[in-house]
């Protein structure tokens, strides 16, 4: 809820531009040329601040001009008045810059609030700036050292900046998690969970049949557990994704992961288990001396352009490890054929390359791993959630269009086949 205050700012701050937007009057600035050549020697940045800071000082005089009148002009009626003035700052590049603002009071002797000196001097306006900086690798301690560029900079401290990463982050989390999502065509979607500072996190990545890759939302939970991940799809479902739709769902080996989909896509759901974590996991099994020819032979087996030939090479694979380390064969057994799923739908091999392990969604965890390596104490609440959210959101707008993208109507057009096919045909009786 409000207080009473900052209800007048707002009040203030609507009334400014209201008045603003009926006026037609200019705003004309002069700037001694010796003052220039002065501050272009400290840099054109500096020139830049000072021709705002005067901008601001007139608009805040003209605004004075409107609640009290013209100076030297008597008004019986007024029911202001100035008086005098006051250092303030406005908010440039996200750092603060001193200004002179003038001060008018009413007949009672309270403070008027000026709506132009409360419109520059929001924090939303440093809220993004500081955002940028801290996914950039800026830590909170360092920042008022890096960002006091400008000779009048000044009251960037460590805790005014926390405060307004805190509130940028958190509306960059309260974006992500209501997001709508229906307008968005998915032809492949990327789940995958990941353990980030001894909290699991499942995100859910979505590849659009443009090409583009969004994050689609996010749950944090003890464990990668079945319960999460069917509370995160069914939010994305809330929000507009139409799991009826057939579509590839790129997967770990994760049973929670795999259950949740099958409940909630049924059919119309095309599973592509992870080529690199089966390899990883069929691997882990076997000591040093057969890990690479293991490696190698299963690599190739997946590189194959045909769907029968990969079944072949895998299965010849899965007998010689059945003699060579049981172990293994069950590692590798266990969802092989969904490992060739992109085999079997006859993706192009560009496409496939993209579409048959989780790695675009590791990218992505590797980006959040950057962003938070200059946190050095993890606290309760929705920190955790603010700054994966952060990082991903920082991922998400540095990405390019998938690898191969132009073949998705390729994919999009086998999978509609693949639900085609798994409907069983009902025969008419004879009567």
Request: hydrophobic letters at 40%; one cysteine or more.
């Amino acid at each position: 809820m409000k207080k009473q205050y900052q209800i007048r700012k707002e009040r203030a701050v609507q009334e400014f531009r209201r008045q603003a937007s009926r006026s037609q009057e200019d705003i004309q600035l002069a700037l001694p040329l010796r003052e220039v050549v002065g501050l272009a020697q400290q840099g054109l940045m500096n020139v830049a601040v000072t021709a705002f800071t005067r901008v601001v000082e007139e608009m805040m005089r003209w605004e004075v001009d409107q609640l009290v009148g013209k100076k030297h002009q008597a008004d019986p009626s007024r029911n202001t008045m100035r008086w005098g003035k006051q250092t303030g700052y406005c908010v440039v590049a996200g750092q603060k810059v001193a200004l002179q603002r003038p001060r008018v009071r009413d007949t009672r002797q309270r403070e008027v609030v000026l709506g132009s000196y409360e419109a520059l001097q929001r924090a939303s306006l440093m809220e993004d700036s500081v955002w940028r900086k801290l996914m950039h690798g800026l830590t909170t301690r360092r920042y008022s050292q890096v960002v006091r560029e400008l000779t009048e900079a000044y009251g960037i401290e460590k805790s005014t900046v926390s405060e307004h990463f805190i509130q940028a982050s958190r509306g960059r989390l309260q974006e992500l998690e209501t997001r709508p999502l229906g307008e968005y065509a998915l032809g492949a979607m990327f789940l995958d969970g990941t353990c980030f500072e001894k909290q699991q996190v499942i995100v859910a990545l979505g590849l659009t049949l443009q090409g583009e890759k969004i994050v689609l939302g996010l749950r944090q939970g003890a464990t990668e557990n079945a319960t999460v991940v069917k509370h995160l799809l069914e939010d994305l479902q809330r929000r507009g994704v139409d799991f009826e739709v057939p579509r590839l769902y790129v997967l770990d080996g994760g049973k929670a992961l795999h259950a949740a989909v099958h409940k909630l896509a049924g059919k119309s759901a095309q599973i592509q288990r992870c080529q690199v974590h089966k390899i990883r996991n069929v691997v882990d099994h076997l000591s040093e001396e057969h890990q690479m020819t293991v490696r190698c032979k299963l690599r190739n087996a997946y590189a194959m352009r045909e769907y029968t030939d990969a079944k072949r090479a895998v299965d010849s694979l899965l007998h010689q490890l059945m003699h060579l380390n049981p172990s293994a064969a069950r590692s590798l057994q266990e969802g092989m054929e969904e490992t060739l799923t992109v085999h079997r739908l006859r993706v192009p091999s560009k496409l496939r390359a993209s579409l048959a392990s989780t790695n675009i969604i590791e990218s992505a965890f590797s980006t959040v791993e950057t962003v938070c390596r200059n946190v050095k104490r993890w606290q309760g609440g929705d920190q955790y959630l603010r700054w994966v959210a952060s990082g991903l959101l920082w991922a998400e707008s540095r990405w390019n269009r998938l690898r191969g993208y132009r073949e998705l109507p390729i994919l999009i057009k086998e999978l509609e086949l693949a639900v085609v096919k798994s409907i069983p045909v009902r025969h008419a009786s004879v009567a």
